[in-house]
């Protein structure tokens, strides 16, 4: 495949989904990391010398909570980066831990109770407009024209940046640009295709056929009926739905919106063909039949690494945990042959999963925040060169060290596992994709190492099979503006309903049928108000058009 590349950083587009910046990390223990934590090293020179004369103004910032600092390395609040920070950056920083898996439900807490962060990093787009419509989060325009420099200099030439962080005609959010790489995705166990003689699934009908087939043939020889064909995992965008589909409705196979005719139109034969698949998989008993009950996903992930998954998908495949995984998996079933699977097409078209694309917003300041100037200059600093290739490499001579392309390659890839691959969080600011090819998680992969060459095979063929105007992203339109307040609650209430319904459809057998399930869940939706949610989403696309942005704009900026 030809190779995708970023055309500047006037990029057009957003990202959902969890960031690919998460790239390196380092390893010491003892004494030895106590000494790195303390000293910023030669990649930090520049950074430091930022420093304000005088006691610095002190913030607070919410960071993820993965779980994923190393035994030695300390905590997500206290550890060899966050002493970094706070002795370089112009502020002093308090961390307040919000769990990766339930941030959403951690960040409602800490408003309600007055202790949210001064600065809120989210991913979760849906969740900061939330903020944004009800006055939790501050317009920034003020701030940004009074305190920034650096992030002013990329919001004033970007006008992509401008559109994307303005909601309902104020901007809310600090944005970044990154490169345009893959992110969800789905693995094949291509091995166990051969052994059983089935080409690679094109149609969602080949697709549940070898999902069947994995979970009664037999496929890992073992003379057991031990294996699982899939999950339900990208499923949804089979159909032309997912995760980002709409961003005032990110659960969309529950609530589905859809560009005809140019009118922002509910649509429910996507959701009821979603909904039939499923149904069909569970029935087969191609998925674990506690599906419901792997919320995280973690129980799929370790069937997979332990042997017994023909597919599986997550997302973050051109970052440091999901080739970590592929390296346990790799353990495990040595002999293995994996291949990235195009997601299969269905009645509606064939499509790509979530990706990276080049642009997407991820933080805003607290209305409560006592010292903006201060966080507005905390986002400048992190922004700075040194500071981003410091976070995102490490201290060259250290972690890092110049290859013949120029770019960081590393010293010592166990010793960045430990220090440096699960610092990702804290470069949600960082402009990567102005960075270049550098930044790029292949560049930090070698070719000479077999398991290596393995994954950027994955990684290429990831690339070609979703980052193509060929097969699009099921996204067509982001509107820049929000529900009223009681259009909301009814949305909330009645998704909550919707699910239920379909889950119980699917898990139901011939009890609850799907034609049964869609006849009570557009019952619900049109008795619980959902009408009137429909007919102003309408209206906000044809008043809002040229705010809106559409995702097909994505694919004209790579060059191939």
């Not at 080049?358 to 200059?377: D, L, P, R, S, Y």
Request: hydrophobic share 35%; aromatic share 10%.
């Amino acid at each position: 495949m030809k190779k995708n590349k970023l055309m500047k950083t006037a990029s057009v587009t957003l990202a959902m989904v969890v960031s690919s910046s998460a790239l390196l990390t380092a390893c010491s223990t003892g004494k030895e990391a106590a000494n790195t934590a303390s000293t910023p090293g030669s990649g930090a020179t520049a950074a430091a010398s930022a420093k304000p004369a005088g006691p610095k103004p002190k913030i607070t910032v919410s960071i993820y909570d993965r779980n994923a600092v190393p035994e030695g390395e300390g905590t997500i609040t206290n550890n060899r980066w966050t002493k970094w920070i706070n002795e370089n950056a112009p502020v002093q920083v308090e961390f307040i831990p919000v769990p990766r898996s339930n941030s959403i439900e951690k960040f409602n807490v800490m408003f309600a109770s007055g202790g949210a962060p001064d600065l809120i990093m989210e991913f979760s787009n849906p969740y900061m407009k939330d903020l944004a419509s009800k006055g939790q989060i501050i317009p920034l325009e003020d701030a940004i024209s009074k305190y920034s420099t650096t992030y002013k200099k990329l919001f004033q030439e970007n006008q992509n940046i401008q559109k994307l962080t303005k909601f309902n005609g104020k901007t809310y959010f600090f944005g970044r640009t990154t490169p345009f790489t893959s992110n969800h995705f789905l693995m094949i166990r291509k091995d166990w295709l051969d052994k059983l003689k089935l080409p690679m699934p094109t149609t969602t009908e080949e697709y549940l056929k070898v999902a069947k087939a994995f979970t009664e043939q037999d496929p890992d020889g073992n003379g057991k009926k031990d294996t699982l064909g899939t999950t339900f995992w990208d499923v949804d965008y089979f159909f032309q739905l997912g995760q980002a589909s709409d961003e005032l409705m990110p659960m969309s196979s529950i609530t589905s919106y859809h560009l005809l005719n140019d009118q922002y139109t509910r649509t429910w034969d996507r959701p009821k063909a979603d909904l039939a698949f499923k149904k069909s998989l569970y029935d087969a008993g191609a998925v674990d039949k506690d599906i419901f009950a792997d919320k995280t996903g973690a129980k799929a992930q370790q069937d997979w690494v332990n042997g017994k998954l023909g597919i599986w998908g997550s997302g973050g495949l051109e970052g440091a945990a999901i080739y970590n995984t592929y390296e346990s998996f790799k353990k495990n079933n040595p002999s293995a042959e994996v291949a990235i699977l195009p997601l299969p097409k269905s009645e509606f078209g064939q499509f790509s999963p979530a990706a990276n694309p080049n642009m997407q917003f991820v933080a805003g300041i607290n209305a409560t925040a006592k010292n903006v100037e201060a966080v507005v200059k905390y986002v400048d600093w992190l922004m700075s060169p040194d500071v981003q290739k410091t976070l995102m490499f490490g201290m060259e001579g250290i972690h890092y060290k110049v290859g013949s392309d120029g770019c960081p390659k590393p010293i010592d890839v166990e010793k960045n596992k430990k220090e440096l691959s699960w610092n990702g969080d804290f470069q949600m600011m960082t402009q990567t994709g102005s960075m270049g090819k550098c930044v790029e998680y292949s560049n930090q992969l070698d070719p000479n190492k077999p398991l290596d060459k393995e994954y950027l095979n994955l990684i290429t063929q990831a690339r070609a099979a979703y980052i193509t105007p060929d097969r699009p992203n099921t996204t067509e339109a982001i509107l820049p503006v929000s529900l009223p307040d009681d259009m909301t609650v009814i949305k909330n209430t009645l998704k909550t309903t919707l699910t239920n319904t379909y889950t119980k459809a699917i898990v139901s057998g011939a009890s609850y049928s799907v034609d049964q399930a869609m006849k009570d869940a557009q019952d619900t939706w049109e008795k619980g108000g959902g009408k009137g949610v429909d007919e102003f989403l309408k209206k906000a696309y044809t008043d809002n058009k040229n705010d809106v942005i559409f995702t097909k704009d994505y694919y004209k900026y790579l060059s191939k």
